[in-house]
């Protein structure tokens, strides 16, 4: 299984006045490295809650479809939609799987695609690897979709690495920004 990242997000959680204020920076030497900050923290943010934040375009890639009659999103919540369901037969030829075929579930922490009533995967023989490409549209939406409380675990995030703390503050940080994102954290089970 491989996630790709198609469409990059166009914008990032926080601005870089935000961040810069939380940091309590003035001026714009360091405006380059804030805005690295701010995409350092939104990634292992996303990483950790095994989420999308800004909406960006993404492909999931499988090796073949699954037993099960699902196939869940589980490091990529929450989807707004599937663009496309493709695969690909041992001899390279690539088939569209219909929208018809599927339900998929944007109501759920975890989403996924379902197939619909008396449906089933396709059956031909598909190429060894990479057979299956599920393209998906993720995120919240824009900036101000994204929750506070990743707002704030990215700023705990950004001052761990931008600021010098002892070790016992550096833990207490780490401890409150992990209490933000265990808010909507998905754990795998």
Known sequence: ????LI???AMEPLSLEEAKHHLRISGDDDDAIVSSLINQAREYCESYQKQKYIT?????????FPTTNYIEFTDFSPVQNVVSVKYYGTDGTEYIFDAENYIVDTDS???RIALGYNKQWPSIALQPINAVRIRVVAGYGDASEVPESVKWAM????????DDYKPEDCQKLESARDAFLNMNRVVPV
């Open 56 to 64: 960006q375009t993404l492909e999931l890639v499988l090796d073949s």
């Open 7 to 9: 469409t990059p997000p």
């Open 155 to 162: 700023v705990l995030q950004m001052r761990l690495v931008y």
């Open 109 to 111: 922490l975890v989403n």
């Open 1 to 4: 299984m491989a996630l790709k």
